[in-house]
């Protein structure tokens, strides 16, 4: 297939709001593409060269693009500078441009496949040293000569690292059972595989193939990522006892979630959104490298940063300050970390996710050679109490806290690990979920509203933040922040805004009219916001439910919506994707909590 129409494709998706005419459109698009194809389709529509964590990255930065687009096409700088800078998207100047010159004559398009324009990007991803750069000029100024004015633009929002088109990795899947089968029946199938192998590239190909058994036997592989799974939350020991009874109780650490690779003395590092994060850690290689048993093992844990000066762990924000792509070898001096392995995933090639949590445990206690002390090992073991004593468990929680942790996690004894769920196999119980609600929710900033007065400044004065619907696969508002940022957490709110924003509400988004921003922003940033409370408010559609009107006219509000009450940014979570942020099932569980409302209320 040429690429011009796989852009068409792009144009028609992006234009699109119903997430079932999307669903169709790709179906339609994988019947169309050759199985050498379907999978290097997959990866540009997702603005990418292979799955999440292939580390290849195209990124280039406005300014080559630009010096492309000038020598490509021998447009004056200052005239198309002049107009990106009116317009704000290279792609929509790009291809605005392009069309001129077309009315002109000046180019006639070569019209290559997608295969032809993906493996030049895949040169463009692997130049380095020095020349590189004039290479990727060159290499791009070619490839948008070849090509038509609209796959210029997207082409351009490929290589800058900027397409959104606005579906989620599940409308794929499903769209891959559409074109099986002409519905959604297989859906958890392709889900199931995805969780264990994230590769949308790898599940297309089979499927285009229409080999479902191999779908279906896909186990996990090292150096593959797993999509981690996820805890659930309660908030007294009391209540853990009488949801799981006798349980494995570990510290919480306030770090960051490490998925470890290992296989013949090579290690791999993935973070939470499965990127290859190994470059930047190089002492926990070092130490899983020396203090492994096995040849071949994936297991978790969570990274902390350790003071050996005092033997205290260190809080969350200067732990974060070790995830950098420059300075690593001195951070590492600085900021030593320690890694409390807490789960098995694979041992000795052998998949563990379908054995009991219990047996996992103790056979991650064999995958080291470990002293125990905490001043000589980088990888340690989670201790562990196992107890249905609701009061032990609630002074292992104090003390955890007392230590500077976050909490608790109490775990199934026979729970098994399920990949990218969220299960009552983990129970996370943090210190601020015992009173009222000082526990943080990770929203996804939706889009931001000009700034007023002093605010005018810095361009932005309240930015709109959602939760997750995992029923309707939407992202549903709950707040619109405009208080407690810094200056300087405007500045960068505005800056990061800037880079995904987009001319119409992204099709994942229900909005009330009342909600409207000025700025729409693509799905792609990740905050946690801290609130005192959860309310109702009918302009959120946090679980807000509709009735038709009594007139019939229209729809109007039949149960309002979650709200935050004082929402305030804590900080960025870059480590979170856009579907990992709090679903409307959590806020209606926090809103359940603090209200002590029965389940039979209708919330
Ligand atoms: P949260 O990010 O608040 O949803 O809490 C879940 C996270 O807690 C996991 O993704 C881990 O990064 C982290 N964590 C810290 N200690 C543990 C532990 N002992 N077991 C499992 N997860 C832990």
């Known amino acids: 297939m040429k690429f011009s129409r796989l852009a068409e494709y792009f144009s028609k998706i992006e234009k699109e709001s119903s997430r079932l005419v999307i669903t169709e459109t790709l179906a339609e698009l994988f019947k169309k593409l050759s199985e050498e194809e379907v999978d290097k389709a997959i990866y540009l529509l997702t603005g990418r060269l292979g799955p999440l964590y292939d580390p290849r990255e195209l990124g280039l930065a406005e300014k080559s693009v630009i010096s492309s ?8 700088r200052s005239i198309f500078v002049k107009r990106f800078k009116e317009v704000g998207d290279l792609g929509e100047v790009l291809q605005e441009f392009k069309e001129k010159g077309r009315q002109q004559l000046l180019w006639a ?28 000029i060159n290499l791009l100024s070619s490839l948008i000569q070849a090509l038509d004015p609209l796959s210029c633009k997207y082409l351009v929002r490929i290589v800058l690292g900027k397409l959104r088109l606005g579906f989620s990795d599940m409308t794929i899947l499903d769209a891959l059972s559409w074109f099986l089968k002409g519905d959604k029946s297989l859906r958890p199938i392709f889900e199931k595989a995805y969780h264990v192998y994230p590769d949308l590239g790898k599940i297309a190909y089979l499927a285009k ?77 070092e130490g899983v490298k020396k203090e492994i048993t096995v040849k071949e093992a994936i ?107 976050e909490g608790i996690m109490a775990k199934r004894k026979e729970g098994v690990y399920k990949p990218g769920v969220r299960e009552w196999n983990w129970i996370k119980y943090k210190r601020s979920y015992s009173s009222k609600l000082e526990d943080t929710i990770d929203c996804l900033v939706m889009g ?9 400044g810095f361009g932005i004065g309240a930015f709109l933040v ?25 500045r960068e709110m505005k800056k990061r805004c800037d880079q995904f924003k987009t001319k119409t509400k992204p099709a994942l988004y229900d909005v009330d009219k009342n909600m409207k921003v000025d700025v729409w922003v693509k799905p792609a940033i990740v905050v946690e916001i801290l609130a005192d409370e959860i309310t109702r408010s009918p302009v959120h559609t946090a679980g807000r439910k ?58």
């Open 69 to 76: 687009t000038i020598q490509a096409l021998s447009v004056d």
């Open 109 to 136: 398009p070569k019209d290559p496949e997608i295969i032809e324009v993906y493996e030049d990007l895949v040169k463009l991803s692997k130049a380095e040293g020095e020349g590189a750069m004039s290479f990727k």
């Open 209 to 285: 193939k229409g080999d479902l058994k191999a779908i279906e036997r896909i186990k996990p592989e090292v150096f593959t990522p797993i999509i981690m799974m996820r805890a659930e939350r309660l908030s007294s020991a009391k209540e853990i006892v009488e949801k799981l009874g006798e349980c494995i109780i570990e510290p919480k650490y306030d770090g960051f979630r490490l998925q470890v690779h290992y296989k013949n003395g090579q290690v791999k590092l993935f973070s939470r959104n499965l990127e290859d994060v190994t470059f930047m850690y190089p002492d926990i290689v």
């Open 299 to 405: 297991f978790e844990g969570e990274a902390i940063g350790f003071d050996p000066h005092s033997g205290s762990f260190l809080p969350f924000q200067e732990t974060v300050q070790r995830k950098r792509k420059y300075d690593i070898e001195k951070m590492v001096k600085e900021l030593p970390l320690k890694l409390f392995a807490f789960e098995l995933l694979l041992f000795k090639g052998e998949s563990y996710l379908e054995k009991p949590f219990i047996e996992r445990r103790r056979k991650l206690e064999k995958l080291f050679k470990l002293t125990g002390d905490i001043f000589k090992d980088t990888v340690l073991l989670a201790p562990e109490i196992i107890t249905s004593d609701p009061e032990e468990i609630e002074l292992y929680f104090e003390d955890a806290v007392s230590k500077g942790l």
């Open 448 to 456: 931001y509203d000009l700034g007023k007065g002093k605010r005018a």
């Open 466 to 490: 959602g939760v997750y619907d995992n029923k309707s696969d939407k992202f549903v508002t709950v707040a619109k922040i405009g208080t407690g940022l810094t200056d300087e957490e405007w």
């Open 546 to 603: 509709l009735k038709p009107s009594k007139t019939g006219a229209a729809l109007e509000v039949d149960v309002p919506g979650f709200a935050l009450r004082f929402p305030r940014l804590v900080r960025f979570r870059d480590d979170k994707r856009p579907e990992e942020v709090t679903t409307v099932v959590e806020i209606r569980e926090m809103y359940r909590k603090v209200k002590g409302k029965s389940k039979k209320e209708k919330l």
